[in-house]
């Protein structure tokens, strides 16, 4: 499971613990997210995510 990091405010998004407060499951791949999926932290969208090593 890789994980995603928000470029404007880095909030991770780990694909193992999924966003179970904005109803995303455990294990559900970034590409899976809905389209309008948005930072829970600043609100960016899916397109200022790039993928983290950490």
Known sequence: MKKYIC???GWI???AQ???DNG???GTKFEDLPADYICPMCGAGKDEFEEYEG
Do not use: N, Q, T
Request: charged share 35%; with cysteine; hydrophobic share 25%.
């Open 7 to 9: 470029k404007i405010c």
């Open 24 to 26: 995303i499951a455990p």
């Open 18 to 20: 999924g966003d179970p």
């Open 13 to 15: 998004y780990d694909e």
